[in-house]
């Protein structure tokens, strides 16, 4: 018998592109979002970038270079090759839940945050996180 935990990550894998527009990979409406979390941010030159729920690295095409770091995070571990096409564009990779990130306080100037809220348990606590690892003056992109 599957735990309601493996039902919910199946049915994620298998069903959550067919009813969710904007998780349809370069769909209108996908490439629509990513665009516009990017409005305002012509430059990240000398920004230290965090990226929370980064799934596969989807929106890291939309941001644009350089940056003085960028980190991409997510609760799944990415394949190899996965990684390796964030090595090539200078972003680093780690497994890290949001709602309790093992980063230091206060060392990013952004944040940006693409379609995860309402995947959390406690969406407050992951609030509370990205303002923690924000410096001060810091921006977050939801």
């Given at each position: ?10 049915w994620y ?9 904007t998780?349809?990979e ?15 941010f012509?430059?990240n030159?000398?920004?230290?970038i965090?990226e ?5 690295g989807e929106?890291?095409?939309?941001v ?7 980190l991409?995070t ?6 190899s ?5 964030l ?5 680093e990779?780690a497994v890290?839940?949001?709602?309790k ?8 100037d ?6 995860l809220?309402?995947?959390l348990?406690?969406p ?9 690892v ?9």
């Amino acid at each position: 018998m599957r735990t309601p935990e493996e039902i919910v990550r199946k049915w994620y894998a298998e069903s959550y592109n067919t009813i969710s527009a904007t998780a349809r990979e370069n769909s209108i409406f996908n490439r629509y979002l990513h665009r516009k979390l990017e409005n305002g941010f012509n430059s990240n030159e000398n920004l230290a970038i965090l990226e929370v729920g980064g799934n596969k690295g989807e929106h890291t095409s939309y941001v644009k270079g350089p940056w003085n770091k960028y980190l991409m995070t997510d609760i799944k571990e990415l394949t190899s090759e996965e990684i390796n096409k964030l090595k090539n564009r200078q972003i680093e990779f780690a497994v890290e839940d949001v709602q309790k990130l093992n980063l230091e306080s206060n060392q990013f100037d952004r944040v940006i945050v693409t379609c995860l809220f309402h995947h959390l348990d406690k969406p407050y606590e992951a609030a509370q996180e990205l303002l923690r690892v924000t410096k001060p003056g810091g921006s977050i992109t939801i």
